[in-house]
């Protein structure tokens, strides 16, 4: 073996331990301190990665689009596997009511921002479809590190599952009234396509779903193995990947199908919870890693007045969201600040907006990016803040 091989070998074995351990004691510090756990692997990435220390060797940080899709499919898997018809009952009404609100307030509030700023309509409809968007992973992990389970917290996880759905139909709307508007036919292309990356998702869903609810489990009675757990969610991921629909979509309905239907399971998601932390760990530090940070000097007032928007709408449609549904007053004050954290959907959504209209990429992709890092490094610490205040509210 030559001395090439064992250099790249060692410096990726190397790289993989070190983050292993130091997540674990970033875990460690995140309980003894107000910052969670997901902002002090960001910012440890951040530390490491290409723009600081760059220790993060090619061959593991070429990898991680494949680690965050892996990642983002254990959590759709988990998330759906709160879409219980216990979870659900008495919650319906006020999920609906306040991930529609919660969705559709920033995106007004950004536009209008926008607009009054003096940014091009076209514009001003782009950046508020992006602001609609939340990051599952920081949720999850946030509400998981946190060890509540109060109706606070399970409320949350409900809304944010429902969030990328509404997201993705104003991407869809937002794109085709932005076609309209440079006078370009077939704007309705767009929501067709948003309409198969939606419907798709959930065929491929239910096609995975369905039957993996009845066959896994068998083998050792009432808790599938994590082969099985793992053999279903990738499964399910490479198809709707092959197919080009929502993966994060398919892998939230094929947990809530096999949630419901998996009679003979005592919690069908043991085995996935016992890896996925794993999973956690790399995805958020080699995402700090990636993190340009220099967009931050370029942010601006635009910028600024996007994020304070961004904020502002979510605070305001989860407030109006939660009176609507009748929700308690805890929910009304906190769930806003708990839907701040923005990752990666809302930059999937800029790149391909982008690739559409090319003309607008130099004001919008800075804009997402820069603001994508203050939402997933300073949005934690505020879901965090919301599951805390929600405890001491509800005594």
């Avoid at 969201?321 to 990666?344: E, N, R």
Wanted: glycine share 12%.
């Amino acid at each position: 073996m030559d001395s090439a091989h064992l250099d790249i070998s060692s410096q990726f074995l190397l790289a993989l331990g070190g983050i292993f351990l130091v997540g674990l004691l970033l875990s460690t510090v995140a309980q003894r301190s107000f910052l969670p756990r997901a902002t002090l692997l960001l910012l440890f990435g951040a530390i490491i990665g290409g723009d600081l220390l760059d220790l993060v060797p090619g061959l593991l940080a070429d990898r991680f689009g494949l680690i965050a899709e892996m990642t983002l499919l254990m959590v759709g898997f988990l998330l759906g596997g709160k879409l219980t018809r216990s979870a659900l009952k008495g919650h319906t009404g006020i999920s609906f009511s306040i991930s529609i609100c919660a969705a559709l307030l920033p995106a007004l509030v950004v536009c209008l921002g926008m607009i009054a700023m003096g940014v091009a309509v076209e514009i001003a409809v782009l950046l508020g479809c992006f602001a609609a968007a939340t990051a599952p992973a920081a949720v999850l992990d946030v509400v998981q590190e946190s060890g509540v389970t109060n109706k606070f917290s399970e409320l949350l996880l409900l809304i944010v599952v429902l969030d990328d759905v509404w997201a993705l139909l104003l991407f869809g709307i937002g794109m085709a009234v932005v076609t309209s508007l440079n006078g370009v036919a077939g704007e309705s292309t767009f929501i067709g396509l948003v309409a198969w990356e939606l419907g798709g998702a959930i065929l491929v869903g239910i096609a995975v779903g369905l039957p993996a609810a009845y066959l896994t489990g068998r083998i050792k009675a009432g808790r599938p193995m994590l082969v099985e757990a793992l053999g279903i969610v990738f499964l399910c991921g490479g198809i709707a990947l092959w197919l080009n629909v929502s993966f994060l979509i398919a892998a939230i309905v094929m947990g809530a199908i096999i949630a419901n239907l998996a009679r003979h399971h005592e919690y069908p998601f043991h085995a996935i919870e016992d890896i996925e932390s794993l999973f956690m760990i790399i995805f958020f530090v080699l995402a700090g890693a990636s993190l340009e940070l220099g967009a931050l000097a370029v942010l601006g007032i635009t910028g600024g007045v996007y994020i304070l928007c961004r904020a502002l709408g979510k605070y305001l449609g989860a407030w109006i969201g939660g009176y609507l549904g009748k929700s308690g007053q805890d929910h009304q004050l906190w769930m806003g600040v708990a839907l701040l954290p923005q990752a990666g959907v809302a930059i999937g959504m800029a790149l391909v907006a982008s690739n559409q209209f090319p003309e607008y990429r130099q004001i919008i992709l800075p804009i997402v990016i820069a603001s994508t890092v203050v939402f997933e490094v300073v949005g934690p610490v505020f879901t965090r803040l919301a599951i805390k205040r929600s405890i001491e509210d509800s005594r």
